[in-house]
């Protein structure tokens, strides 16, 4: 069978090849002048960004991008970066950029597929002549250039439209998701929508994928929830981590349906089963299809997609995390967006959640490596982890809760896990909590980001909250300081809890509990920059614990464009 399973776009998409890898010193992009690039983090030199694959070895990523400022508005095109290891990137000439009447005003999100004969083929929105968003069709030029360097628009694009037969609001028809293989042998590929704010994937069906018929009923829809972009559809393995090709279905596999919501800038997921013969997916018992369901990350982090990665067989999603700085600050330093780090996704041990993790490859640029173990954390204290370098460094650290008694109630009341930790933050002090992460801090701590947990008891369990407190981040006022905040679904009775960060001077990704509960954060420190950054442990909670074991190490800088 075709690996139909490829890439994503929407504000990004990847693809995978032969790259070539490159590891410079622990020094990185950032400068006095720039401190905020990143190291580790995919960014273009300069401007917007707003997505990976695999052929022939080679990841690719293709990535949405104005190439004339580090603003949202304006035309946009298909950028594109290979790499062999999804950390270091190498640019190439943009693979699709404006040039006919059906995507003359801008070349927006899509994805790829594999088709029969390792032929691949890129499906995308384009903004007409008419500002109607309508969907494209591309192939690669050469075939056997591993690195797919030009694309040939079909002549039968737009290949779906809007009409007034299929009352599709031309506005609101964007994001071709991965296509996949029904048990009739032809291709589904579904499309965000919306009508009024019902959210919609609509369907579509082909024999040949160029030809491409819309399906009587959507995908899946759900009421209240807005407009659907960059939607991503695709089978989990019941059982253990590997990935699974986007065809495959049966008893042993759920499915995952990804939107991206327009209205509020998440992005949520529901797990659940799809009757491929009736093509309808159905979200499992329980499901919260709104704002308040499950999310990737509960921080920044945006247009996610996923893709099967054939050559490892594991799923990987990347997404797009957005600055919290000013417009104007954005124009000042010339660029705006990053791409999270690639993480590993499968479906938790209880089938309720996903689990995502950081990709094993990030860690060959870990260098210069401390540790602490069985370290006490009373309270009130601070512990400073010296060794590595603050701004560019991955820590992994494990508590151990010694009186789990003591953890206060949580109210009936505290449901919405952002707004407790916005009310409750780093320094509020409770029982068992708040103790975590200092991150990006400065020495007198008049600036940090504090990644934290709380524990609470609920009815018949405990509750553990994680929190991303950004409301000391920076004395730059300008900047959005969210505090950002998640529920753990997890045990806490072997009276341990992990927390892993990544941190690259103006972004922290932070994987609670082993990947049950990711926040990335966007933050921009005024004195903790660089050589000045500091990292601490801390514990401001009135119940000592210990860290069983931390864990750090300075990031050196992958080699990006």
């Not at 399906?215 to 393995?237: I, K, Q, R």
């Not at 709104?290 to 999603?317: H, P, Q, T």
């Not at 952002?418 to 409750?424: A, E, F, G, P, T």
């Not at 900047?479 to 529920?487: E, H, I, L, P």
Request: hydrophobic residues 35%.
């Amino acid at each position: 069978m075709a690996n139909s399973d490829v890439a994503l776009v929407l504000f990004f998409v990847l693809f995978v090849g032969h790259g070539h890898s490159h590891l410079q010193a622990v020094q990185s992009s950032a400068s006095a002048t720039q401190p905020y690039r990143t190291g580790f983090h995919f960014q273009p030199p300069k401007n917007w960004i707003n997505g990976v694959m695999v052929y022939k070895g080679v990841y690719h990523l293709f990535y949405q991008y104005n190439p004339n400022g580090p603003v949202v508005d304006g035309i946009k095109i298909w950028a594109h970066s290979t790499s062999n290891d999804l950390v270091n990137w190498s640019p190439h000439e943009p693979a699709i950029y404006p040039s006919q009447p059906y995507d003359i005003n801008s070349c927006y999100s899509g994805s790829a597929t594999i088709l029969p004969g390792d032929k691949p083929a890129i499906l995308y929105t384009g903004v007409d002549s008419r500002n109607r968003q309508v969907q494209n069709l591309a192939f690669p030029k050469n075939l056997s250039d591993p690195y797919l360097t030009e694309w040939i628009k079909s002549d039968k694009n737009p290949v779906m439209q809007p009409t007034v037969v299929n009352r599709i609001d031309a506005s609101s028809f964007r994001d071709p998701t991965t296509a996949w293989l029904g048990p009739d042998n032809r291709w589904r590929v579904a499309i965000g929508s919306k009508v009024d704010r019902q959210g919609l994937a609509i369907l579509y069906k082909s024999k040949d994928f160029v030809n491409w018929i819309q399906s009587e009923t959507p995908l899946h829809s759900a009421n209240g929830t807005g407009m659907w972009e960059c939607p991503d559809f695709y089978p989990v393995l019941v059982v253990g981590q590997n990935g699974v090709d986007t065809s495959l279905n049966g008893p042993f596999v759920k499915h995952v349906l990804k939107v991206s919501l327009d209205e509020t800038k998440h992005d949520l997921y529901t797990i659940g089963s799809y009757d491929n013969f009736k093509d309808i997916y159905r979200p499992d018992e329980g499901s919260v299809e709104g704002d308040s369901g499950l999310r990737y990350d509960y921080g920044k982090y945006y247009a996610s997609k996923s893709f099967f990665d054939c050559v490892e067989k594991r799923r990987i999603l990347t997404a797009w995390v957005n600055e919290s700085s000013s417009v104007a600050d954005d124009v000042k330093k010339g660029w705006s967006g990053v791409h999270a780090i690639p993480r590993k996704i499968w479906l938790s041990e209880n089938g309720k959640q996903l689990v995502q993790w950081p990709i094993a490859e990030i860690q060959k640029l870990r260098a210069n490596y401390v540790s602490l173990a069985n370290k006490p954390l009373e309270e009130g204290s601070v512990i400073e982890v010296s060794g590595v370098t603050a701004a560019q460094a991955d820590v992994e650290v494990s508590f151990e809760i010694k009186d789990l008694e003591s953890a206060e109630v949580l109210e009936p009341s505290w449901t919405n896990p952002q707004l407790l930790c916005s009310q409750r933050g780093a320094s509020v002090k409770g029982s068992l909590g708040p103790f975590g992460l200092l991150v990006l801090a400065s020495d007198d701590l008049k600036e940090s980001t504090a990644v934290f947990f709380r524990i609470f008891k609920g009815d018949n369990k405990y509750v553990v909250l994680m929190c991303s407190d950004q409301s000391s981040s920076s004395l730059d006022q300008d900047n959005d300081k969210t505090t950002y905040g998640a529920f753990l679904d997890l045990d806490i009775q072997q009276h341990k809890l992990s927390l892993r960060s990544l941190i690259d001077h103006s972004i922290v990704e932070s994987f609670g509990g082993g990947g049950k509960a990711c926040i990335t954060s966007r933050v921009y420190p005024t004195l903790a920059i660089n050589q000045a950054a500091h990292l601490y442990a801390f514990n401001n909670g009135t119940q000592a614990m210990n860290i069983a074991e931390l864990n750090a190490w300075s990031m050196n800088t992958a080699n990006i464009n």
